[in-house]
Structures are given as C-alpha cells and as structure tokens.
C-alpha cells in the first residue's frame, strides 16, 4: 500500500490531485513545452499541493526521459510519474528516468476494450492479460507506487474489465486508474463503473482508484466528480483542461467544485487554490494556448459582470452572481494605476498581486517593455501587465531568433510591402518583400530568411483590453510534418504581434524537431 492512499476514516474524504498536464496535455497538438518551462510548470504544482506530477512519457523520446529526469530532481512533496506501455523496455526506460525521485510511481497501461484489443494490439483476451501479469509484476519488483490504467476503459465490457482490473490488484498495482480514453461516458455511467468494480474486484480497497476523464462532450469534469462520489479518491486532470481533443478534467474545476460545494461534494485537495490563476497563466504561456474568455474559474470572463441586474446586485452584494470570491483562485484587486510614471517598485508590486516573481533579468526586461507600452498607453491594466510578461517569458523561453524591426509600407494602393530585420543565433539578417496586405508581406519576409516548409493552419488577433489603443494578442499555428506548434505574441503593434507569434512558433518548430522519438508511441489513455 502506497503513503498516498487514504488509510483511515479521518482522511477517507481526501481526493488526491495528479496533474498531467507535461504529459497528456503536452499531446495537445502544437502544446510543446521547453525543459525549461516544464520545470517552472513542475516547481509551481508542486508548491500548490498537487500529489502526483506525471512528468513524461521517458520512452516516447531522449526530450521526456531528460524532463522526467530532471522533474524527478525538483519535486519536493509530489510524487513524481513516469508513463511506460505495457513493455518491459517502456517500464525499464521510466525507472531509469526516476531514479532521483524522492516519491517515484510507475505507470503502466495497456488497452482493454474490444476496439482496442483488435485494431491496436492485434491481441485476444487472454493476451491482454498476459501481458498485463507480466508487466504489473515486473514495475512492481521495481517500484514500490505502481498505477496501472486499462486503456478504453469505459467502453470495455464489464467482465473482462473487473479480470484485467483485479489481475492488476493481485500483481501488485497500488493505484487504479480506470480512463475514459475518448470521452465517451455520463456522469451516470461514470459513477456506476467504479462502484461495479469496488463491490467485485477483490482487494481494491487496498488500492487507491482513480478516474481519467476526457472532456470530448463536454463532460470530462462532471464525470470526475461522479466517479470521486462513487468511491473514486484520484482524479487525473491537467491545468486549463489543456490535452489531445477537447482536453481532459480541469484541474481548476473539479477543485473549485469541490472547494465550493462542500454541501454536496463532501471531499477535499491539499491545492492552494490562491495559486490556480499563476499556474494558469503560466500553462497558457508555454504551450500556446489561449484561456478561452469564458473558460470556468480561470477564464478573463469568469468574474466580469456586464449586464446591468448582475452589476446593480455585485455592488450591494458580491454574493448575489458570485459563488467564490476572486482572491480565492488568486485573482487580486488593486486600485494601483499603472502608467509611464510608475517606477520599479510600485511594477515589481503589481507583479507580485499577478503571481509573478522574476529573476533580476527576467524582471529588467519586463520593465523594459512595460515602459515602452505605457509610454503609448495612458493606463496599463493587469491584463497588459500580463501579455508583456507572457510574451517576454516565451520569448526567452524559444531565443533561436527574434525581431529587431519591422517596417511597413502599405495602403489602398499597391501590394504591402515589408522590411524586417532578424537575429538568427546571434547573426544579423535582413530582407524587404511585399505580399498581399501587410500581414502576409511580413510573414513572407521571415519565410525568405528561415528555412522551413511549415504551413499556416492558424492566424487569429483579439485585444488584450479596450479601446483602440489597446495590444493585439497574436496566435499563430504552424504544421510541418504532422508537427504542430502555437506562438504568441502581444504588441501594441499588430504588425509587430504578428511577426513575433509567427517567429515564436517557428523557435517550437526547431525545438520540436529535437524531440524524435526511436519507436512510434500510441497516444496513451
């Protein structure tokens, strides 16, 4: 039995968090994070009181098994996993990678459902099952915290699914997890499976059970939370609901959820939930991926009140259309304007009420670019703040290659013709090319003076706040290969947005090309 499993009736309503987000929300296409970043990601879940950090897949490729490695190295309290397929070179290759975890945990898996065992495995029953006692038994002669996950779950028939489960249970697996692969299942069919398998899967109450939800209708959270009240006591889920699809269970909500509805949901995490808007933020600037506005808990919209009944109420009331208060997933208010006169402390303050906490280069560069935007903007609002901060941070994060200067000669006359200059590793290039708008000169220009073959699948701009002189936001997705990669990018310019995000998605473009993997990998739960 694992320290992570509730042992008696005072913890009996602990729900442990085991975040994803480096691994299943990284197949996300185009989410492709540094080291680095993965780093920021893994100090910051485990500083908030996630208990299980699934750092990577170590087999898929040397990237992984190095970001296992070295994730390994910096969690202090979690327990650090590893992904292996139902091989023992997998499961040897993740515990090569998790030799200096202080709490390592194997997980192993393997496809059960009929589809999955005919057109992926190319296996019968009794096969799957095979491989299932040699491979449980193997990851357990080497790791004490052992998890082990039925592929397809919800979609594998009820018989064989107790078999596999139990065979698991009786080979040494301490956790559990039963996935809803592709999002197929009801909150009411969720809950009815795990409590079928506690009441005929023998010794699985020795056992911690776990739920994976993939929100592909829209149902991943509710089927959590389903699961949790059926017996459930591990939720699989990863920040901003980021993964393959439509994602997977968002962290923030099935926490939030159960923070707020303790009346019904009589569980609780070990999250600081003061911490979920930082982790937020941080996940949507390395993977590239926006927050929707309206995305629950985190979401820009998630705490603005637009309609005049919701405004009047909010002013008597906060409570009358607000169920959590903003400081409670880390959203401050502060009456601190910000503009051209504000110095370094009173930016190093408000960067601090936003989460953030540079290092002295990080923060000078900040400044830097806070300056030069408050010197074209009369107030700068948090959100600003925190497109300069995300975009300075992916900058650096993917530093191969970044403007110097754009130029633009365009109008009703004529095609657009742009003049860009670049820094390429540390060598100077410049080059002037017109195109059809200013747009497409611009991106024209950095394909003339960087090799590649990627196509624009994605071009898409929204204001960071109001008004006309607000910044542009700048999302861009790149194909090249089947290889997917997002950059973004924020400028009071949205010409000069645009020309960052399309060079911020070509540095992931040359860091993905690193990441080669030595044998096909199929996409896991």
Known sequence: MTSQTPTTRDDADRVLIFDTTMRDGEQSPGATMTLDEKLQIAALLDEMGVDIVEAGFPIASDG?????????????????????????????????????????????????????????????????????????????????????SPMDATRTEEDYLVETVALAVECGATTINIPDTVGYTAPRE????????????PGLADCVVATHCHNDLGMATANALAAVEAGARQIECTINGLGERAGNTALEEVVMAMKVRRDILPYRTGIDTTKIMRASRLVSTVSGFPVQPNKAIVGKNAFAHESGIHQDGMLKNAETFEIMRPEDVGLTESNLVMGKHSGRAAFKDKLGQLGYDLGDNAFQEAFVRFKALADSKKEVYDDDIVAVIEDTQTTAAHGRMRLVSLGMVCGTEGPATATLAMEIDGQGHRHETTGNGPVDATFNAIKALVDHTARLKLYQVHAVTDGTDAQAEVSVRLEEDGKIVMGNAADADTLVASARAYINALNKLMVRRQKTAPAPVEAAE
Request: proline share 2%; hydrophobic share 40%.
């Open 64 to 148: 992984d098994f190095e970001a296992v490695t070295e994730i390994s190295k910096v969690l202090q309290n979690a327990v650090t996993c590893g992904l292996a397929r139902a091989s023992k070179g997998d499961i040897e290759r993740a515990w090569a990678a998790l030799q200096h975890a202080r709490k390592p945990r194997i997980h192993t898996f393997i496809g059960t459902s009929p589809l999955h065992r005919q057109h992926q495995l190319s296996m019968s029953r009794e096969q799957v099952l095979d491989k299932i006692r040699e491979t449980v038994t193997f990851a357990r002669s080497l790791c004490d915290d052992v998890q082990w």
């Open 190 to 201: 969720s809950a009815a499976l795990i409590a079928m398998l506690h009441e005929k899967v």
